[in-house]
């Protein structure tokens, strides 16, 4: 999501590796495993390269690996386990259908169990808006202040602006099946819905917004959730039909089935890894507001934090 990715990335080269027809868990083999880079899938969103820039630092320091970051999209990370060049995603959010088809049917994916972070996925406004109209946080209530949401990309809807397209996101059904006289517009990324927020914010303009949390920007202003229809199970399963609010998120990690059974050291520091939405905000916070490098941050976080990673580290 941001350019911030290469800031941070530690590629080291790969060495040469004989061993090729050894066996899984054989000694060439898991020579071979720890001789490559653990491969970690870069999602387009500051809080998962926050994650990753700490994992991939601990990698580093604390196991000796070499760590190479694949910027790729949610999709894209999947099909990465398939074609072999993938081994972690270490922040995913829901995508059943995925984990239908990696995990149990091809079964070239593995659940490393949950990451620590709960994420939350919905509609928001600027918190002046709330004062401004109280009721405004009622979905019901959306197509009577549609006007002031128009915009020249909505034409004579109000706008409903989301990020990136690949991002987990329901709200064309949303739009169309609550009857809500707004349309989806795209901004493109995150680093579009931060200015958006901020902009809105600090000029007092209208902004009906996809956001999320964790998210190092409710630090620093406040947004007010829209409470969309509750969320009950199974009221996404058909996507077309979509008329609830998102579902709260346990965040998990997804590993190669190979890498859960050849990484060893790594792979077991990745199944620990497990920190909160505050942590990850504040190593996300670093990286955005103070310049810092994913490196850079990484180090500060792990230095002041060694009572929360020191379990992470296999014995």
Not at 64 to 73: I, N, Q, S, W, Y
Not at 113 to 131: A, D, H, L, R, S
Request: proline fraction near 5%.
């Amino acid at each position: 999501m941001l350019s911030l990715i290469a800031a941070f990335a530690i590629v080291l080269p790969l060495s040469a590796c004989s061993g090729d027809t050894a066996e899984p868990g054989s000694t060439s083999a898991a020579a071979e495993s720890n001789d490559r880079p653990v491969r970690i899938a870069m999602n387009p969103w500051v809080g998962y390269e926050a994650s990753a820039a700490v994992v991939a630092y601990l990698l580093k320091t604390e196991l000796g690996r070499k760590v190479e970051f694949k910027k790729l999209t949610e999709e894209q990370s999947w099909k990465g386990f398939e074609e072999g060049t993938v081994d972690v995603i270490i922040e995913n959010w829901g995508r059943e259908a995925e984990k239908k088809e990696y995990i149990e049917q091809k079964k070239v994916a593995v659940s490393a169990g949950t990451n620590g972070n709960v994420g939350v996925i919905g509609w928001y406004v600027p918190q002046w808006m709330v004062e401004k109209y109280p009721d405004i946080t009622d979905y019901r209530n959306l197509n009577k202040y549609a006007n002031l949401f128009k915009t020249a990309k909505s034409g004579e809807q109000g706008q409903v602006l989301d990020g990136d397209p690949s991002f987990v996101t329901n709200d064309l059904a949303l739009v169309k099946n609550l009857g809500l006289n707004y349309k989806v517009v795209y901004s493109g990324s995150e680093d579009a819905l931060i200015a958006a927020a901020r902009r809105a914010t600090r000029q007092k303009t209208p902004l009906l917004m996809y956001f999320y949390e964790p998210q190092w920007l409710f630090t620093q202003l406040k947004l007010v959730k829209v409470n969309l229809p509750p969320y009950a199970i199974g009221c996404d399963a058909d996507p077309e039909k979509v008329k609830c609010d998102y579902p709260p998120y346990l965040l998990d990690k997804i590993v190669s089935a190979d890498f859960a059974k050849n990484g060893g050291a790594a792979y077991e520091f990745i199944r620990n890894f497990s920190w909160s939405n505050d942590h990850q905000n504040a190593v996300a916070n670093d990286m955005v507001n103070n310049r810092l490098t994913g490196e850079q941050a990484a180090k500060k976080w792990v230095e002041a934090n060694k009572i929360v990673w020191q379990d992470w580290i296999p014995r």
